[in-house]
């Protein structure tokens, strides 16, 4: 990624994210009504959370949940669809493209892209791991907000894993995207504290919502040429996946709930 020496009067951002009526969403109610004049909003591509059967998802969240908390929030998600609650029509409601395609790293949506011109592609819980060819379009990169530190807490809910290790804070990180899984370079971050006895639900909300000023500085750095991207310490990479029965049991044993 490389700064620029001349301030333009505006930066063109095309974001990427997922459909979740729960938790990205909230970032985005805090992030479409704030953004200032200095960004151009060209586009939003708003990926399918889980490339894999319906079915699956399910029987993963139930593990992952147990029961009564699965029924919870499958509640919640039935509600948030009746009332319509979508990132594409609020991006719809603050004027913002909606840009469809089956997966970002196909050629039709390359092409899109490369018309669009973005200076950067904004990553909020993209589901999808972007090729060089993405990588190369912006001018200014691509970047993208994780929910933890890095590079200790890569890969799947870090959330999830920073309250079972007993962090004191979960930290929220903006970083450059590179073909290899969060291991860009720094560009911000932000701590968030957590409880003894925290909720899941709690932590990945406020992280969500506290995230999009976190992106507006990141951004506006990147726009006046004032980042100063920090390479990681490699000491501490780790990496996380979705967590399993037992991590779940640990996580309830250290006296944290789900919802």
Same mark, same amino acid.
């Given at each position: 990624?490389?700064?620029?020496?001349?301030?333009?009067?505006?930066?063109?951002?095309?974001?990427?994210?997922?459909?979740?009526?729960?938790?990205?969403? &909230?970032?985005?109610?805090?992030?479409?009504?704030?953004?200032?004049?200095?960004?151009?909003?060209?586009?939003?591509?708003?990926?399918?959370?889980?490339?894999?059967?319906?079915?699956?998802?399910? /029987?993963?969240?139930?593990?992952?949940?147990?029961?009564?908390?699965?029924? &919870?929030?499958?509640? &919640?998600?039935?509600?948030?669809?009746?009332?319509?609650? #979508?990132?594409?029509?609020?991006?719809?409601?603050?004027?913002?493209?909606?840009?469809?395609?089956?997966?970002?790293?196909?050629?039709?949506?390359?092409?899109?892209?490369? &018309?669009?011109?973005?200076?950067?592609?904004?990553?909020?819980?993209?589901?999808?791991?972007? /090729?060089?060819?993405?990588? #190369?379009?912006?001018?200014?990169?691509?970047?993208?907000?994780?929910?933890?530190?890095?590079?200790?807490?890569?890969?799947?809910?870090?959330?999830?894993?920073?309250?079972?290790?007993?962090?004191?804070?979960?930290?929220?990180?903006?970083?450059?995207?590179?073909?290899?899984?969060?291991?860009?370079?720094?560009?911000?971050?932000?701590?968030?504290?957590? /409880?003894?006895?925290?909720?899941?639900?709690?932590?990945?909300?406020?992280?969500?919502?506290?995230?999009?000023?976190?992106?507006?500085?990141?951004?506006?750095?990147?726009?006046?040429?004032?980042?100063?991207?920090?390479?990681?310490?490699? #000491?501490?990479?780790?990496?996380?996946?979705?967590?399993?029965?037992?991590?779940?049991?640990?996580?309830?044993?250290?006296?944290?709930?789900?919802?």
């Amino acid at each position: 990624m490389t700064t620029e020496v001349s301030c333009p009067d505006r930066i063109r951002v095309l974001i990427i994210t997922e459909d979740d009526p729960l938790y990205v969403i &909230r970032f985005f109610e805090q992030f479409f009504p704030a953004v200032p004049g200095t960004i151009e909003l060209v586009g939003i591509t708003v990926s399918a959370a889980f490339h894999e059967p319906m079915t699956a998802t399910a /029987r993963r969240m139930l593990r992952f949940y147990g029961p009564v908390d699965f029924v &919870r929030l499958c509640t &919640r998600f039935a509600m948030a669809k009746a009332a319509r609650r #979508s990132i594409p029509r609020l991006a719809g409601l603050h004027g913002v493209p909606v840009i469809e395609t089956p997966s970002v790293n196909d050629e039709p949506y390359l092409e899109q892209v490369r &018309r669009l011109a973005p200076d950067v592609i904004m990553s909020v819980a993209a589901p999808e791991i972007f /090729r060089a060819p993405l990588l #190369s379009i912006p001018r200014l990169g691509c970047i993208n907000i994780h929910s933890g530190r890095l590079p200790a807490y890569r890969g799947m809910m870090p959330t999830f894993w920073q309250l079972l290790h007993g962090e004191s804070h979960a930290v929220v990180t903006v970083h450059e995207m590179v073909e290899q899984l969060d291991m860009g370079r720094i560009l911000g971050t932000l701590e968030f504290p957590l /409880r003894d006895r925290d909720r899941l639900d709690r932590v990945i909300t406020e992280t969500k919502r506290a995230g999009a000023q976190l992106m507006f500085d990141v951004i506006e750095q990147l726009r006046t040429g004032t980042a100063s991207p920090r390479d990681l310490d490699l #000491s501490e990479a780790g990496y996380h996946s979705f967590p399993q029965p037992d991590d779940v049991r640990a996580f309830r044993h250290r006296g944290h709930r789900m919802l």
